[in-house]
C-alpha cells in the first residue's frame, strides 16, 4: 500500500529554520517525482517545487526560490522540505505528494502544520 | 507565469443537483507533444486533497462515475452529477504543463 508519512506539528521562532519531512512506504522515491505543496489558513493550494530523488535535480515555482529547499534521502525513502528565514507568512499547512499520471498528484501525505510565532 | 482561474468561487447546491465547474489557464495546456496535463481534486476539512481526474479526462482508482472531466486548450471542465453529501468540500484544478498552477478553487456547500 502506498504510503507517505509526515513529520508532526512544527512551533517555530521568526527567522528560524525548519526541515520538514515525507517518508515513503509501498514504492520507491527514486521512481517518482515528489511534490511539496502550501496551504496558508483559509487559503488555496500552492506549489511550492518538486525533486527527482534518482539525481536530486528540483525546480521551484519562483516565489519560494530562496525560501524552500527540497531533497531527498533515497536510503530512508523519504523527502524533506526546508523553509529558512521564517514569517508568520510561512505558517501553512505544508503536503507532500507523489506526482503520478499525467503530471497529476495520486498521493499526498497527510500534512504538517507548521506555525510561526514567537 | 501560467495564471489559472476557476469559477465559481462558491456554488451552493442541494444533493442530487449536476454542477459544472471551469477551469481557465492564460496559456493553452497542450505541449509539444499534444499531451495536456490538467487535473482536479477535491479537498474536504481536516483531509488531504484526493485525486479526482487527471490528463483533462481520466477518473483516478475508485473515483465515482458522476466525476467528469473535458476541455481542450485553455478551457476546462468538471462536471459532477447527482451531487452525494461526500462530494462536499474544495475542488481545485492543477495546470501541470508549464511547471504546476493550482486554480483558486471552488466551494461546493449545501444550499
Known amino acids: 500500500e502506498v504510503q507517505l508519512q509526515q513529520s508532526g506539528a512544527e512551533l517555530v521562532r521568526p527567522g528560524a529554520l525548519v526541515k520538514l519531512s515525507c517518508k515513503a512506504s509501498?514504492?520507491?522515491?527514486?521512481?517518482?517525482?515528489m511534490h511539496w505543496v502550501k496551504q496558508r489558513p483559509e487559503q488555496g493550494l500552492e506549489w511550492i517545487g518538486w525533486i527527482d530523488p534518482e539525481n536530486g535535480n528540483t525546480i521551484y515555482d519562483p516565489k519560494f526560490q530562496g525560501k524552500a529547499s527540497i531533497t531527498a534521502d533515497t536510503s530512508s525513502n523519504t523527502a524533506y522540505l526546508q523553509l529558512s528565514s521564517l514569517t508568520s507568512e510561512d505558517t501553512a499547512v505544508y503536503y507532500c505528494a507523489r506526482e503520478g499520471y499525467g503530471s497529476s498528484y495520486n498521493y499526498w501525505g497527510q500534512g504538517t502544520t507548521l506555525t510561526v510565532s514567537s | 507565469d501560467v495564471v489559472v482561474t476557476q469559477t465559481p468561487l462558491s456554488l451552493p447546491v442541494s444533493f442530487g443537483d449536476q454542477v459544472s465547474i471551469s477551469c481557465r489557464s492564460s496559456?493553452?495546456?497542450?505541449?509539444?507533444?499534444?499531451?495536456?496535463?490538467l487535473s482536479w481534486y477535491l479537498h474536504k476539512p481536516g483531509q488531504s486533497p484526493q485525486l479526482l481526474i487527471y490528463g483533462i479526462s481520466n477518473r483516478f482508482s475508485g473515483v465515482p462515475d458522476r466525476f467528469s472531466g473535458s476541455g481542450s486548450g485553455t478551457d476546462f471542465t468538471l462536471k459532477i452529477s447527482t451531487i452525494k453529501p461526500e462530494d462536499l468540500g474544495m475542488y481545485y484544478c492543477?495546470?501541470?504543463?508549464?511547471?504546476?498552477?493550482f486554480g483558486g478553487g471552488t466551494k461546493l456547500e449545501i444550499k
Open positions: 492543477l495546470q501541470g504543463t508549464h511547471q504546476y498552477t
Open positions: 509501498g514504492f520507491n522515491i527514486k521512481d517518482y517525482y
Open positions: 496559456q493553452s495546456l497542450a505541449n509539444s507533444y499534444g499531451n495536456t496535463y
